[in-house]
Every structure is written in structure tokens, then in C-alpha cells.
């Protein structure tokens, strides 16, 4: 029992009256007739039957009126003093302080209850005896010191009213008829509310608890107000979808004095998630707006929204405010009926047509970007999950130039983060979901810049809401205006930054100390130092690549026996030292935070040179990659295509170089794009100017493809015979018997006839031998048989089939004729 409970039972007991009245020694009087018997509706013998009244008299003219089932049909003569809250109050005590004197007066004080949530048979029986259990709750919250009547406004108007305090809260506000009643909801928890005033007042008074102490002072500080409590637990459940370590601090907004303490702690998770679907179901329908809750209230209670769906909010003895043990209770109710929430709690107005013709227009813009809070969310979830391309995405960088989006939009998504963690703990909710919505919403504003989400009206997103141009100008100025003001407390140990992703901002916030973080020559104190490590290890890294390079290629591309080393080979290696260099710088200017200003600057300088490096290098590696292939398989005696070889290493180099010349421009400024998307609409001119040069390509794509001859290989091209030396993407080249040089287009020798003399089986000799007319027949035949025997024995000719015979009678000679064949690789050998 809490302290607040332990004095309003000390108070009831001993008859103190707060306001003035009859005193507690009043002679009790007899109780309405209409009560009911039974021992459950017996009042408390410490319960006076004289109930004063307090506030603004009754009028006179007031008379009873008729027993009704709602407010439609509530009597007319009761219309008056309902008409206001403090009138309605007024009435009701006088009502039911007079109605042990005169019963019939608990008739005129069924007027200001509203029995819609009952069945009408229970009203006619039983609705005297609410309105009488109703009178005394209000009098015994009077005599408690928990509610006093003059508060209430005497003005038609005035919103929702909660008396009372933790666990008797009534809610009275105005109905459809505009007239001021208990609500439905509080009249149908009469029965119960009676319940727990008789518990309070038969609770021993006679042993107070002394333990007033407050929660921790940053948990009572956090819930220091209505504003401050939905906001605190709107944070706490929105971290607890991504860490559910956060739902303690969501459920210490609820008062769970009124859900069983198993399914507290079995189902408080379920409990909070839920009303979080109620409060959204609320701000979407404009019933709830967290600017409206109050900062500051002298108020014990304070509703959300409108019957049926009424959350309270209550404060506490030590000064923080919670959601009520009543409205804790419904949220599995009132979570139920969220489908009829729209209808029950909000009337279109006239302005929802054109509003919803309005936000049509942008139903084709991704969800993501489709409204202010949803921009909002999209770009805290994305950085959270380190996704800075979809980060980037929520910013409108259209008032930087190319090269400046390219080298800072990762550093402005960054200091956006931090800028806003340092000024308030965003609640998405706060923010509005309508794509309609008016104006930009603007989340800060000062005299260095401003944050704020603007709907585009033009371009390819038009339609979709993101930081605005005005913000992206803004936010470096803005970021060295905050940098010096300490992150949020919910933000101190982890900001939002890491080393992976930003690394120059998570040094600032993480290890850079503020001493070195003062301005000098345009940069802190500690930039200057990152640049001139990053100049130091760069010339460090050179000199490293130059002296280690060659030692380890030395040892990777050894090939016993070969004859060239291709680990010595200085010149080739050079560009890496180059590369090593720029690398270095690179990831230096990673660390260091220059600005988009300097880094648009410096930064397109670093990436050609970086970009030309890299291609230098690649190109000169393509040349030791494709002779260490061909000497490591010489040495292990594997026959590699030479063609192959030669043109993959050709082919190679030109995408290497074609490549670097586009990055190389695209680094400059130059649109890469439009130039690519022209080859395609311009293809067929270009086929036809370089139609030979395509056609000598084809060629040696043919020679690949049909691997007609490699290189060392004796052909025959038409008219031209020669060994070939090489094959280029447009010609191939040929040494002639004379130790001439003959070069052949492609195109040529794809359409030509080619004797590839290199891939015979067998070498044919076909010899003449001329002897005389005097040669005898015993001296030709023992020729030929000596030929015979020659071919018989020699270890490279074929043994069969072989010829050696007289072909013919010459003018002058007898022609014996040898033709045989021999079994040879090369030319050299036959």
C-alpha cells in the first residue's frame, strides 16, 4: 500500500473533510430503499451516510428527472446543470448528499451518469444504486483530499476531465448531446470502484509504511509529465524492437497494480507492444499529438483520446507520472478493437477528401520515403544497421556538385546522426505519416542550420520526402556547432558512427580529446597531424614496396632452370611501389575528416592517381602472369596454346586500359554513362566505320576457336608460306624461308586456304635419281634394292608403304624414283 493510500485511510477514518461541509459526526441516515440487499453492495460501517458537497451550488431550479438507458434520452431538467463540468459536479454531490433525505433525488443523479455500456434491464434496477456508489466514491475522494470540485473549468468546452488518483480514477467528459457526464466506461466500473474504496477504508490505519522513497532520480525525471511519459515510452519501445533489453524501461511506464503479477511478468513485453499499436492507431487518427500533452500540470490524472478509447495517465505519490493500473488492464481490450478504433474515436472531417486526393498523388513513392516519419525511420534504421547506401538515399543531394556528393554524402549522413543525437531523442511517432503533409517538418532549427524533411516536387523522386538541400548545405556548420555539447545519455555508449564504415567520425567522437579538436589554419589541431601521418606512412609504404616487392616476387615466381627471373624485373615491379603510395594516402584521408569542401577538392586528385596506378600495375602484371605461366609449364613439359596465350595477354591489356580510361574520366568529372549508352545507339555506325578492324579481330578469334596453326608452325596462306611467330587481335606475322617478316590481316586468313605444313604426321621425300643410258639393268636394279635397304634401316622413315622403281626414260638419263616417308616432328629434324 503505497503512502498516498495509507493517508486517504487515515483520513477517511478519522472523518477529516478537506473542503467545508457536515463534519464525520453527522448522525448517520437511512439508506435508499432502491439499494440493493445483498452483502456485496453493503456499505462500509466506517462510510458516513451523509455525504457533503463542495464547489459551485447547485441551481434551485433543478428538478428530478426520469430513469434513462443513455444520453440521448437523459431528462430535460438536468440539461442545465450539465452543461458545464463544474455545474454537472456540482449537482451530482448535491444530488447524492441529499439522497438519504430524499431518495427520488438519486433519479435526477442518474442524469449525470451515462449507462450506454449497460443492459437497460440492470439500469432499471440497479441505476439509483450506481449513482448512489458513484456519490459516495466522489465524496470520499473529496473528504481523501484527492480531488477538489472547485478545479473543474465552468466553460462547455473543456476537454476531458479525470478526478481522483490511483486506484480511484472517474473520468466525466462531454457527450454527443454536448452535455457533461461520468463516461460509459466509468459508470460500467462502478461495482468495481465501490470494490476498492471498501478495501481502502477497511485497511488497518494504524501502520503506515515509512518508506516514501522515490524511484531513481533519472527514472523520475524522465517521467516528469504527460508529455514526458508518452515520449519515454514510445523511445523505450520503439529500441526494444531491435533490442529487447530496452522493455524494462518501457514497462516502468505502466502501473500493473491491476493485472495479476504472473502475467505481468509472463506477458509485460505483449502488454507494451500492444499499446504501442493503440497509441499509433491514436496519432494516425489525429486524436493524439504529442505536442499537445502537457509539459507542465498541477492535474492528478490526464486522458488520451475519447470514449470508448480513454488511456489515463496518472501521477504518482513521489511526483512521476505512469499509465493507470485501469488503462494497463485494458490494453488487451482495447487492442482487440483496434480494427474499430477509426470510427469510434474519429469523425472525418471535410478536409479527409481532399487531403486523401492529395497524398493519391504518391502512392507510387516507395514506402520507405513516403512520408516525413517515414524518411525518419528509414534513415535511423539504416544507420543503426550500417547501411549507409540506404542512408544516403533519405538525403536530397542535389545542391552538391558530382564530385562532392561522391566524396562526402557518407560524412554528411554521419553528422546528421550525430547532430540529432545530441539534440533529442527522436520518437518517430512525434512526427507525421501523411504523405500530404504541409510544409517541410522541420526537427531543428538555429542560427548555424536547420534539419528538416521536405517533399520533392520535382525529378526522378518527386513525391518522396527527404532531408532537405537546405539541410545537406548546413550540416558540416551545424555538426562543429555541436560537436563541443555532450551526446544524449541513450547515445553515450554507442553514437551511431563505427570505425568500419565512418572511421574520421567515430576518431572525433570516440578517441580525438577535445584539446586537439581547436581550430588553426582552417583545420583542428588534430587534422593537421592525421595528414602529415598519412604523407609519413605513404613515403614509408613506397620505400617498403620497393624493397619487399622484388624479394617476394623473387620467391613466388621462381622457376628452377628458367632463364628469366622474373622477381628481378624492377621496371615491371615499379608501379606497385606507385600503387602502395596512393593506397596509402587513401585510407590516411579515410581517417581524416576534411570537409566536402576540401575533400571535393582533394579527393578527385587521390582516385585518378589511384586509378592510374592501379591500371599501370595491372597492365605490367599481365606481361609476368603470362610468362611465368608459359615457363612454369615448359618446365613441367605441358604444351600451352601460344595463340591462346598471346592473344588472352593482348586481349587483357586492352580491357585494362579501356577500363582505366574510363574511371580515369569518370575521376575528372566526365559522364561515363551517356558515353557507354551511346556505343549502343551508335553500334551499327561504328560496325561500319571499323568493319576491318572488327573483321581482323573475328579473324583471330577464328584462329583460336579452329586452332587452324600456333605459333612455330610451317603454313602455307594463299600464296605465302613462312613459320608463324605470332597472332595479334587485327594480324599475325610470319617468318619466310629468306628470314623476311610477313605480316597477314586476320580477316585475310580467316577466308583463306591454309596448308598447315607444321601438323604432318609423316614428312614425305619424293627424290629423282637420273642415271645414264649405260648403266646395265643389274647395276639400276642393285640402286633401287640399296635404296630399299637404305629406307629399311634408317630409324625416322616409315617401313611401309615405300616406293623405289625406274618411273621413266628421260631424253638423256634413266629417272629412278624414291618416295617414302618420314616419321618427324619438325622441320628441322626432316
Same mark, same amino acid.
Request: net charge negative.
Given at each position: ?33 432502491? /439499494?440493493?440487499? !445483498? ?88 441505476? /439509483? ?65 465501490y470494490r476498492r474504496l471498501q478495501e481502502l477504508l477497511e485497511a488497518p490505519a494504524s501502520a503506515p509504511t515509512t518508506d516514501t522513497t522515490p524511484p531513481p532520480e533519472p527514472f523520475t525525471a524522465k517521467l516528469r509529465s504527460p508529455r514526458a511519459l508518452v515520449r519515454q515510452f514510445l523511445v523505450a519501445v520503439n529500441d526494444a524492437e531491435r533490442n529487447p533489453d530496452f522493455y524494462p524501461a518501457a514497462l516502468a511506464c505502466l502501473n500493473f497494480a491491476g493485472v495479476d503479477a504472473a502475467v505481468a511478468a509472463e506477458q509485460g513485453a505483449r502488454y507494451a507492444d500492444q499499446l504501442q499499436d493503440v497509441l499509433q492507431r491514436l496519432l494516425d487518427l489525429g486524436v493524439l499529438k504529442l505536442e499537445d500533452l502537457p509539459e507542465e500540470t498541477t492535474q492528478t490524472a490526464y486522458t488520451i483520446g475519447r470514449e470508448p478509447v480513454v488511456l489515463v495517465l496518472a501521477r504518482q505519490e513521489v511526483g512521476h507520472w505512469l499509465f493507470s493500473a485501469r488503462t494497463v488492464a485494458q490494453i488487451p481490450t482495447l487492442y482487440q478493437q483496434l480494427g474499430e478504433l477509426g470510427s469510434a474515436v474519429a469523425a472525418p472531417t471535410a478536409e479527409e477528401p481532399a487531403r486523401a486526393a492529395k497524398g493519391a498523388a504518391g502512392l507510387d513513392v516507395p514506402a520507405e520515403y513516403r512520408s516525413p516519419r517515414a524518411t525518419m525511420v528509414t534513415f535511423l534504421k539504416s544507420m543503426n544497421a550500417d547501411d549507409l547506401r540506404t ?16 566524396? !562526402?554524402?557518407? $560524412? ?28 517541410? +517538418? ?22 518522396? %520526402? ?39 567520425? %567515430? ?8 584539446? $586537439?579538436?581547436?581550430?588553426?589554419? %582552417? ?106 605461366? /608459359? ?36 575521376? $575528372? ?44 608452325? %610451317? ?54 635419281? !637420273? ?55 619438325? +622441320?628441322?629434324?626432316?
Amino acid at each position: 500500500m503505497n503512502l498516498w493510500i495509507q493517508r486517504c485511510v487515515s483520513a477517511a477514518v478519522a472523518g477529516l473533510l478537506v473542503t467545508g461541509g457536515a463534519t464525520a459526526s453527522e448522525p448517520p441516515e437511512t439508506r435508499p430503499t432502491s /439499494a440493493p440487499t !445483498s452483502a456485496a453492495d453493503t456499505r462500509p460501517a466506517s462510510m458516513p451516510d451523509s455525504m457533503p458537497t463542495t464547489g459551485p451550488a447547485a441551481p434551485p431550479e433543478t428538478q428530478p428527472g426520469a430513469v434513462t438507458t443513455g444520453p440521448a434520452s437523459q431528462p430535460a431538467e438536468a440539461a442545465a446543470p450539465q452543461r458545464t463540468p463544474a455545474r454537472m459536479m456540482a449537482f451530482f454531490l448535491a444530488a447524492t448528499r441529499d439522497a438519504d433525505e430524499q431518495p427520488e433525488r438519486l433519479m435526477a443523479a442518474m442524469g449525470c451518469l451515462d449507462f450506454a455500456l449497460l443492459d437497460p434491464e440492470v439500469v432499471a434496477a440497479e441505476g /439509483a444504486e450506481y449513482a448512489r456508489r458513484a456519490g459516495t466514491i466522489v465524496h470520499a475522494l473529496v473528504r481523501m483530499g484527492a480531488f477538489e470540485p472547485n478545479t473543474l473549468p465552468d466553460e462547455p468546452a473543456a476537454g476531458t476531465r479525470v478526478i481522483g488518483r490511483e486506484p480511484l480514477l472517474l473520468i466525466i467528459d462531454r457527450r454527443e448531446d454536448r452535455q457533461w457526464r461520468f463516461s460509459p466506461s466509468t459508470v460500467a466500473e462502478i461495482p468495481e470502484l465501490y470494490r476498492r474504496l471498501q478495501e481502502l477504508l477497511e485497511a488497518p490505519a494504524s501502520a503506515p509504511t515509512t518508506d516514501t522513497t522515490p524511484p531513481p532520480e533519472p527514472f523520475t525525471a524522465k517521467l516528469r509529465s504527460p508529455r514526458a511519459l508518452v515520449r519515454q515510452f514510445l523511445v523505450a519501445v520503439n529500441d526494444a524492437e531491435r533490442n529487447p533489453d530496452f522493455y524494462p524501461a518501457a514497462l516502468a511506464c505502466l502501473n500493473f497494480a491491476g493485472v495479476d503479477a504472473a502475467v505481468a511478468a509472463e506477458q509485460g513485453a505483449r502488454y507494451a507492444d500492444q499499446l504501442q499499436d493503440v497509441l499509433q492507431r491514436l496519432l494516425d487518427l489525429g486524436v493524439l499529438k504529442l505536442e499537445d500533452l502537457p509539459e507542465e500540470t498541477t492535474q492528478t490524472a490526464y486522458t488520451i483520446g475519447r470514449e470508448p478509447v480513454v488511456l489515463v495517465l496518472a501521477r504518482q505519490e513521489v511526483g512521476h507520472w505512469l499509465f493507470s493500473a485501469r488503462t494497463v488492464a485494458q490494453i488487451p481490450t482495447l487492442y482487440q478493437q483496434l480494427g474499430e478504433l477509426g470510427s469510434a474515436v474519429a469523425a472525418p472531417t471535410a478536409e479527409e477528401p481532399a487531403r486523401a486526393a492529395k497524398g493519391a498523388a504518391g502512392l507510387d513513392v516507395p514506402a520507405e520515403y513516403r512520408s516525413p516519419r517515414a524518411t525518419m525511420v528509414t534513415f535511423l534504421k539504416s544507420m543503426n544497421a550500417d547501411d549507409l547506401r540506404t542512408a544516403i538515399r533519405c538525403l536530397d543531394l542535389s545542391g552538391l556538385s558530382e564530385v562532392e556528393r561522391e566524396a !562526402s554524402a557518407r $560524412l554528411l549522413a554521419g553528422k546528421l546522426l550525430l547532430v540529432m543525437n545530441r539534440h533529442k531523442v527522436v520518437v518517430p511517432q512525434e512526427i507525421s505519416d501523411d504523405p500530404a503533409f504541409e510544409g517541410p +517538418y522541420k526537427h531543428l532549427i538555429d542560427r548555424y542550420g536547420r534539419i528538416e524533411i521536405a517533399r520533392q516536387v520535382g525529378g526522378d523522386r518527386a513525391g518522396e %520526402w527527404l532531408f532537405s538541400a537546405a539541410t545537406m548545405k548546413s550540416i558540416e556548420r551545424l555538426y562543429d556547432a555541436w560537436e563541443s555539447r555532450p551526446l544524449l545519455p541513450e547515445f553515450q555508449a554507442d553514437p551511431g558512427v563505427s570505425l568500419r564504415t565512418l572511421p574520421s567520425l %567515430w576518431l572525433r567522437e570516440r578517441v580525438i580529446p577535445a584539446e $586537439l579538436k581547436r581550430t588553426g589554419l %582552417w583545420l583542428q589541431h588534430w587534422q593537421w597531424i592525421g595528414l602529415g601521418l598519412a604523407l609519413l606512412l605513404g613515403w614509408v609504404a613506397q620505400h617498403l614496396a620497393r624493397a619487399l616487392v622484388p624479394r617476394l616476387a623473387r620467391r613466388l615466381l621462381h622457376v628452377p632452370g628458367a632463364a628469366r627471373d622474373f622477381g628481378a624485373d624492377l621496371p615491371v615491379l615499379r608501379p606497385l611501389a606507385l600503387l602502395a603510395l596512393v593506397v596509402t594516402w587513401w585510407a590516411g584521408l579515410q581517417f581524416v575528416d576534411l570537409g566536402a569542401r576540401v575533400v571535393g577538392l582533394v579527393w578527385p586528385a587521390i582516385r585518378f592517381v589511384l586509378v592510374a596506378a592501379a591500371a599501370w600495375t595491372l597492365y605490367t602484371l599481365i606481361d609476368v602472369g603470362a610468362g611465368y605461366v /608459359a615457363e612454369r609449364a615448359a618446365q613441367r613439359g605441358l604444351r600451352l596454346d601460344d595463340v591462346l596465350v598471346s592473344l588472352a595477354r593482348k586481349t587483357l591489356k586492352v580491357t585494362v586500359v579501356a577500363i582505366g580510361v574510363l574511371l580515369m574520366l569518370a575521376t $575528372l568529372g566526365f559522364q561515363v554513362e551517356p558515353l557507354l549508352a551511346g556505343l549502343g545507339i551508335g553500334g551499327l555506325a561504328f560496325s561500319f566505320a571499323a568493319k576491318d578492324t572488327l573483321s581482323n579481330f573475328f579473324g583471330s578469334v577464328n584462329v583460336v576457336l579452329d586452332r587452324t596453326f600456333q605459333v612455330g608452325d %610451317w603454313v602455307k596462306i594463299g600464296a605465302h608460306e613462312g613459320t608463324v611467330e605470332s597472332v595479334g587481335l587485327r594480324s599475325s606475322r610470319l617468318r619466310t624461308f629468306y628470314n623476311s617478316e610477313l605480316t597477314i590481316p586476320n580477316a585475310e586468313i580467316m577466308n583463306a586456304v591454309i596448308d598447315n605444313l607444321g601438323r604432318r604426321r609423316y614428312r614425305r621425300t619424293l627424290l629423282t635419281l !637420273s642415271v645414264t643410258y649405260q648403266t646395265t639393268p643389274e647395276q639400276l636394279e642393285a640402286l633401287c634394292e640399296g635404296a630399299r635397304e637404305l629406307i629399311r634401316r634408317h630409324p625416322f622413315t616409315r617401313k611401309d608403304p615405300f616406293h623405289v622403281s625406274v618411273r621413266a626414260f628421260a631424253a638423256s638419263s634413266i629417272d629412278v624414283v624414291v618416295d617414302c616417308f618420314h616419321d618427324v616432328s619438325e +622441320y628441322a629434324v626432316e
